[in-house]
């Protein structure tokens, strides 16, 4: 298929997935590879997780991926996979000073290691939950960063933090790699002044920055792109809605090429039911939980975000896959979840297309969009009045986790697409996008194909 996007090479077709970890080496044709060798490693530090990814810009077979669960927890265990190993191991109890060398030593380990020093390692690109407005793309990391990044501690703080330590580790493990801080919110960053402003005193948005910043930018913008590839079209004449549907879900109106809107606010509860969040309600219910249960605010920030969502309506489980199976066997409430769930989701995509005034495709991502075909059935119910019509055979035989699939039937105005999320790689691109074709540590943006 002949390649249309304008932001410089392919997208990449990556692999089967069946779980939290991308498969090395299922991924013919990423669009990484360069004329001079150089090797990208992606950090993605979670609230209690380590994720991580090392790309080759010149050889796809030198692909490592690597997941530390429960960081900083009783029952740590890394798993890591490259070249066909596979490794899972129990970790002592640790931070992510102590992840991030387990994961060193995977790198380097004599025999199934990829890296000989750390020294080879030419880019690191690191996630950031929040940019605030300060960082509206994928920023070189100094110290003079790092201290602007702090500043934003208190609108995430369970995450900024986090990536900072993260940062802070990487850049003494691997000194002579250049460091890119690539932001979940920076694709949100086009968003108009009056769609992400509350209706609140101004004086709070100039004072604190209270405001509408959304989040999973890196997903939505990389399904975006896919979809476009997919379509043989510029990414710059869609209007697209786009759906991370995970733990975390949400919508996304995406402009020719610029999210206008999107379901997450100043934090990531807002929107979307998710797996333990509430999504969207009305701000005086923390005061009447206050009276009516005795609940300080402090405590009713973690029950709308650790109690809530899925696992509070359903009383079962965060996780969609148990709630469907329970669901099938009868219970009520988790029969509830589902439809709580999928009637939000389809609320926003209405709104998105008000918002767009049209639609040129429908896309999901994410665990849930990539892997339930009920769920995705049970969210377009409803939606003919849009032009966007299910076909029933190919939504129960796309295969979401390996390749991009059309869900939609022929007749259908909307093309639906499902689309394998990549955020790593995506990480990987906006990194070497942030160096703008200058050579560092032996990687070359410009020879990756990037303009």
């Not at 392919?10 to 090797?39: C, F, T, V």
């Not at 469907?324 to 769930?341: D, N, T």
Request: with cysteine.
């Amino acid at each position: 298929m002949r390649n249309r996007l304008n932001i410089g090479g392919a997208i990449p077709r990556p692999g089967r997935e069946s779980d939290e970890l991308a498969r090395p080496n299922d991924a013919p044709g990423l669009d990484l590879q360069g004329k001079a060798a150089g090797r990208i490693l992606v950090i993605n530090c979670g609230s209690s997780s380590l994720k991580y990814r090392l790309h080759d810009t010149s050889d796809e077979s030198v692909d490592a991926v690597g997941l530390v669960e429960r960081v900083g927890l009783d029952g740590t265990r890394l798993t890591h996979r490259c070249r066909g190993h596979e490794v899972h191991r129990n970790l002592l109890v640790g931070g992510f000073a102590e992840a991030l060398l387990e994961m060193q030593a995977e790198l380097m380990a004599e025999g199934t290691g990829i890296l000989q020093d750390a020294g080879e390692v030419g880019v690191i690109a690191h996630r950031v939950v929040h940019g605030g407005e300060r960082f509206t793309e994928a920023t070189l990391v100094t110290d003079e960063v790092i201290g602007e990044i702090e500043k934003l501690n208190s609108l995430a703080p369970l995450h900024n933090p986090v990536n900072i330590a993260g940062i802070r580790e990487m850049r003494r493990l691997f000194p002579a790699a250049t460091h890119v801080a690539v932001f979940d919110t920076a694709f949100h960053a086009a968003m108009p002044e009056y769609a992400y402003l509350y209706g609140l005193p101004y004086e709070l948005y100039e004072r604190h920055g209270v405001r509408r910043y959304g989040f999973h930018g890196t997903s939505h913008r990389y399904a975006s792109l896919r979809a476009a590839e997919f379509l043989d079209r510029h990414a710059d004449e869609l209007r697209l809605i786009t759906c991370h549907l995970g733990n975390g879900s949400s919508v996304c109106a995406i402009d020719r090429g610029r999210s206008v809107d999107t379901s997450m606010g100043f934090t990531p509860a807002e929107g979307l039911i998710m797996g333990t969040r509430c999504g969207d309600i009305d701000p005086g219910l923390p005061a009447f939980l206050e009276r009516a249960e005795g609940l300080p605010v402090s405590e009713s920030e973690e029950l709308f975000n650790r109690s809530s969502g899925l696992l509070g309506l359903s009383g079962i489980s965060s996780d969609m896959r148990e709630i469907l199976a329970a669901a099938g066997a009868g219970q009520r409430r988790a029969r509830l979840a589902i439809e709580a769930y999928c009637y939000r989701v389809r609320k926003y995509i209405g709104a998105c297309f008000a918002v767009l005034g049209g639609l040129d495709a429908l896309v999901l991502t994410g665990g849930i969009g990539q892997g339930s075909a009920e769920i995705r059935a049970r969210i377009t119910r409803g939606l003919d009045c849009l032009g966007i019509a299910l076909d029933e055979r190919r939504n129960q035989d796309a295969r979401g986790f390996s390749r991009v699939c059309r869900v939609s039937a022929d007749p259908s105005r909307v093309a639906m697409l499902v689309v394998p999320a990549d955020e790593e790689w995506m990480m990987a691109r906006e990194a070497l996008e942030a160096l703008g074709g200058r050579a560092v540590g032996g990687c070359s943006a410009k020879g990756a194909g990037l303009k």
